[in-house]
């Protein structure tokens, strides 16, 4: 099942490359200047504050992406996740790579693969267990998006739930962007 899921995820990844390169093969073939390059690249992200009994999460995710055309836009982002649960502390950060596709001004379909560093430590009995690794996430997802600002649904279809620092697979997103 795992070895199903992770060739599943690479193709799903080769075929969102091989569309987005086939899709711009004429717009590769028109010479761009320096300057306009930076008129199609905009930048957002996301910031994040939570606080309960004895907990507290913080996290900004800055983000950039490059308009390709109208319909089609690619990107890049960091991440950063602080949070602290009684003795319990998590911290995570990583980058992501993401692709943008309005089928429709108002539609938007989404991919981002992120990668994450996670560093938790468990205060159990006076003592500490620490629990480090590299987690995975292909996020497919859909919104409704009114230019600048995109709000919608999306599903880690590498989500395991002992190693995820997301509750569940499936989220709600806002994207901003200027």
């Not at 009114?146 to 995820?164: A, C």
Request: hydrophobic share 40%; charged share 15%; proline share 2%.
């Amino acid at each position: 099942m795992r070895k199903n899921k992770h060739f599943l995820s690479k193709l799903l990844i080769i075929s969102i490359l091989i569309t987005a390169f086939a899709s711009n093969t004429t717009i590769a073939q028109v010479s761009t200047s320096y300057s306009n390059f930076w008129e199609k690249v905009q930048f957002g992200g996301g910031l994040g504050i939570g606080f309960g009994n004895d907990s507290f999460n913080a996290s900004v995710s800055p983000s950039a992406i490059y308009q390709v055309n109208p319909m089609f836009a690619v990107g890049t982002g960091l991440n950063f996740n602080y949070s602290k649960f009684g003795d319990h502390k998590l911290t995570a950060y990583g980058a992501s790579a993401l692709t943008l596709f309005n089928i429709v001004p108002a539609i938007q379909l989404s991919a981002e693969f992120e990668q994450m560093r996670i560093n938790r430590d468990f205060g159990i009995n006076g003592s500490t267990i620490e629990d480090n690794y590299w987690n995975s996430a292909l996020f497919l997802g859909i919104g409704y998006s009114n230019q600048n600002v995109t709000f919608g649904i999306r599903y880690d279809v590498l989500y395991d739930d002992e190693k995820s620092i997301y509750a569940d697979a499936l989220m709600p997103f806002v994207r901003v962007y200027f």
